[in-house]
């Protein structure tokens, strides 16, 4: 029996949606997942679904454990605090994801720019690199979006390289 994939999409930015994309881009099911995560049980499966649903929120170690079983980093699962600047740098490769057919560009003026823009805009020239990379077939989709899941945000490059 043949089976085709399709890629999965977002409905929205929840968590709970992130934790069902990751999955299906590993091409897992939940029921796999599950017993990774070692649940047993004639509803072993319960827990995985409440967390895609949004009903219930993983705890750190359990969301750890999710991240690692899908080989993405904790941080583009976890919940967002848009205060946050390495939470909106997920939250911007996300919503690509979600909006895919729409132009993300945040240049930001040199001449007003502080500390937190130069974080945001170095994130923005990495990614751009990667979206190029993308577009121009250098990269496939599935190469892209791994970089997305393993995305490392790192505070404080922007003053080394500036020193």
């Not at 994801?97 to 990495?126: A, C, T």
Request: glycine share 4%; net charge negative; aromatic share 12%.
């Amino acid at each position: 029996m043949n089976y085709v994939y399709l890629k999965p999409e977002l409905e929205n930015l929840s968590q709970g949606e992130r934790i069902s994309f990751a999955r299906q881009m590993r091409r897992m099911t939940q029921d796999e997942v599950s017993e990774k995560l070692g649940l047993t049980g004639e509803c072993k499966r319960r827990s995985m679904t409440r967390y895609e649903r949004g009903d219930r929120i993983p705890k750190e170690d359990r969301l750890l454990e999710i991240a690692k079983i899908l080989n993405v980093n904790v941080k583009c699962l976890k919940e967002f605090n848009f205060r946050n600047d390495e939470d909106m740098i997920y939250m911007l490769l996300w919503m690509e994801e979600l909006y895919p057919r729409m132009d993300i560009d945040l240049g930001i003026s040199e001449y007003f720019s502080n500390r937190r823009d130069k974080i945001i805009q170095k994130f923005m020239n990495e990614w751009k690199g990667m979206r190029r990379k993308r577009q121009e077939h250098e990269i496939t989709y599935d190469e892209y979006i791994e970089w997305k899941f393993q995305y490392e945000f790192k505070e404080g490059e922007e003053d080394e390289e500036n020193s």
